[in-house]
């Protein structure tokens, strides 16, 4: 018996023992989770329950050179509910006066929303949506409604932000004006002034933490960011709206009439290179009739400018006192041979003996051709460092990606021939972009200084300018003084006599040059041939303001009306009259005063006066926002801005005692 009891107090000892191993393994264990594993641990959980999100910064606005929203970004708001996140007392006591509230703002019966705020309680959803598309303004209503306005926390309320990029004036000049996407494979891409000056306009990403309150359900930790998101610059365009409205309904138009496959105009500001109106219009398909703004054919289409390009005979020909617009050549019945390949007029018969200025006028390509080729045969090299020389031969180096290359043929390249330089005296086997011939056209109008298109003018923090961007020369002088004066003279001789007579008004004065040139005719045997119309130079022409190109591709051919004069011309003509006849004259102005808009004159009026002069805040309704929040910044006050456009309501009333201690709410339409 005492063995037995023995043996059984040996075995009570080794479990006892075993269990002390265990327990001391067991507070091992946890001591190194505790201590040692215990960061990486807790860190771990809190990666899997918290994490840190991107707040998107709001864009800058892109504004047009007279002040008008081009592009804005507006956000957009949506809120969900934490049913689960207040406490019983508080929601019994605020979820009718929340739903009433809810009712009258989205305009769905109270019995709804208490209905839904109620099951979503019932089953603990603490993700239930109940808006989306809000403004800035219903986000902050919202906010305020019972139950909401006790926060995250206590109020169950979940705001969610992105932002929408709008174009306030729809899809005029939308291309230009560009976008900023990101591709399905999660890379950047954009195109346009968007795209270009990202870097200006997109400003700094805030951040916010959420924490994970279900699978795929994030809800902010706290009221406030983490960071704060910091808006991006204003970037003002060289874009006058009321031209680019002109310019785009004018090239509409023609594009219709003709049933045209696509088209484009510019128009530039003469002496500073601004591009005050850029239109690109195309169809989707062949059988559309609609047309939108798809690509920028203006900067991108690289292609052959036809007789356009004569204007480039005449400078070299004159400038290297090759001959005088007076000689005299035959157009010899309107055909040359050329090794087998014939130039020929459009006029059949040719034009006789005419004088170079006068070929250049009726735009006959066999004078032109013998003019270059009898001159420049020996030595095409001078011919080509000529064009060279005047830039043609290298893109503009604008601040877009995707500009067009042009393409003008070297002697020492292996594709020259024998009818390489024939065929570029009449704009064939060169290769240039439409803003490049505008360019070249508005140096003639410049008096011979070549300046590079501009579509930005400045960037912008409000009132601040935060970087200029002043006129660039690509080239002093394309030629001499005597030269450009003959070129405006054969010029504006083309307008008055030659191929675009048509367009002759001896009540407003323009010049410039017609092209029709063939495309794809030595394709699939000619069957994709196709004309390119166009006209290029500027108005008025005795002082010029503006130079403007129109291209057109495609035009329908069955009225036989494919030429520049008569499908682009009409274009040029109607944006330089209505340019000059229906904007408002400024030759005179009588009683300005009593015109100038009361808010604009109280803005003049303040800043005529020292800071310390003013001593009540001023009457802002009506006024732009940017400078209503200028006018107040340099009084040391503090603005919050809501919405974008003029000044429609003001927190502290017009009369009130300056207070640099209280934050002046405006609200713009």
């Not at 365009?237 to 031209?243: N, Q």
């Not at 040139?517 to 005795?542: E, R, T």
């Not at 069955?558 to 030759?587: E, H, W």
Request: charged share 25%.
């Amino acid at each position: 018996m005492a063995i037995e009891d023995k043996h059984i107090s040996y075995r009570i000892y080794l479990v006892a023992f075993c269990i002390f191993i265990m327990a001391m393994a067991i507070t091992f264990k946890l001591s190194k989770i505790q201590w040692v594993e215990g960061p990486r641990l807790r860190e771990l959980a809190k990666k899997e329950t918290v994490k840190s999100f991107v707040i998107p910064a709001n864009k800058g606005n892109i504004y047009s050179a007279d002040g008008s929203l081009l592009a804005t970004s507006i956000p957009n708001y949506k809120i969900r509910f934490d049913a689960v996140a207040p406490k019983e007392i508080a929601f019994e006591k605020n979820v009718k006066p929340l739903a009433d509230s809810l009712s009258k703002l989205l305009g769905k019966p109270s019995s709804f929303y208490l209905s839904e705020l109620k099951i979503a309680r019932t089953n603990k959803n603490r993700y239930l949506l109940v808006a989306r598309d809000l403004s800035y303004t219903q986000y902050i209503k919202i906010k305020s409604f019972p139950l909401f306005n006790l926060g995250a926390n206590k109020g169950g309320i979940i705001v969610e932000q992105e932002t929408i990029r709008e174009h306030p004036i729809g899809k005029i000049a939308e291309r230009t004006i560009g976008y900023e996407r990101v591709k399905p494979n999660g890379e950047l891409d954009g195109k346009g002034i968007e795209w270009s000056f990202r870097k200006y306009l997109n400003g700094k990403d805030g951040k916010v933490l959420k924490q994970k309150i279900a699978k795929g359900q994030w809800k902010p930790i706290r009221d406030i960011n983490e960071v704060d998101p910091q808006d991006g610059y204003d970037v003002i365009s060289t874009i006058d709206v009321y031209i680019q409205d002109i310019a785009h309904h004018a090239l509409l138009k023609q594009l219709k009439e003709f049933k045209a496959e696509h088209g484009c105009v510019v128009v530039m500001e003469t002496k500073t290179g601004k591009i005050r109106a850029i239109s690109n219009l195309g169809k989707l398909k062949e059988s559309d009739s609609t047309y939108f703004e798809t690509e920028n054919y203006a900067i991108k289409e690289s292609h052959e400018p036809g007789s356009t390009f004569k204007l480039v005979d005449m400078i070299a020909l004159l400038d290297d006192n090759k001959i005088d617009t007076s000689k005299v050549y035959d157009s010899k019945g309107g055909i040359i041979d050329y090794r087998g390949n014939k130039v020929r007029d459009s006029h059949e018969g040719g034009y006789g003996k005419i004088s170079l200025a006068r070929g250049f006028e009726v735009s006959s390509n066999t004078i032109m051709v013998q003019a270059v080729y009898e001159n420049y045969k020996n030595n095409p090299e001078e011919f080509v460092d000529r064009i060279d020389r005047m830039g043609l031969n290298k893109p503009l180096g604008l601040p877009f990606k995707g500009e067009g290359k042009p393409y003008i043929p070297q002697p020492n390249d292996k594709h020259w021939s024998a009818i390489s330089l024939p065929w570029m005296a009449f704009g064939y086997g060169v290769s240039v972009t439409p803003l490049q011939t505008l360019t070249l056209y508005n140096a003639v109008a410049n008096n011979g200084e070549m300046v590079k298109p501009q579509f930005v003018s400045e960037i912008k923090e409000w009132n601040k300018t935060i970087k200029k961007y002043d006129k660039q020369v690509i080239n002093a002088k394309i030629c001499s003084a005597e030269t450009n004066k003959k070129l405006k003279a054969v010029l504006e001789n083309v307008v008055k006599r030659g191929t675009g007579s048509k367009l002759y008004s001896k009540d407003f004065s323009m010049a410039g040059k017609t092209g029709t040139a063939q495309a794809n005719y030595g394709k699939n045997g000619g069957s994709d041939k196709h004309y390119i119309s166009s006209f290029v130079g500027y108005f008025p022409a005795d002082n010029p303001k503006f130079s403007c190109i129109v291209v057109v591709h495609k035009p329908n051919t069955s009225g036989n009306n494919y030429y520049g004069a008569d499908v682009a011309g009409p274009v040029f003509k109607r944006i330089a009259q209505k340019i000059f006849t229906d904007s408002p004259s400024t030759n005179e102005i009588k009683n300005l005063n009593k015109k100038i808009n009361p808010q604009e004159k109280a803005f003049d009026e303040y800043y005529a006066k020292s800071q310390s002069e003013i001593k009540v805040i001023p009457n802002l309704k009506g006024m732009s926002g940017m400078d209503a929040v200028a006018l107040l910044e340099n009084l040391k006050l503090k603005v919050k801005v809501i919405g974008v456009g003029k000044v429609k309501k003001q927190s502290v009333q017009p009369g009130e005692a300056l207070d640099k201690n209280k934050t002046i709410i405006l609200e713009l339409s």
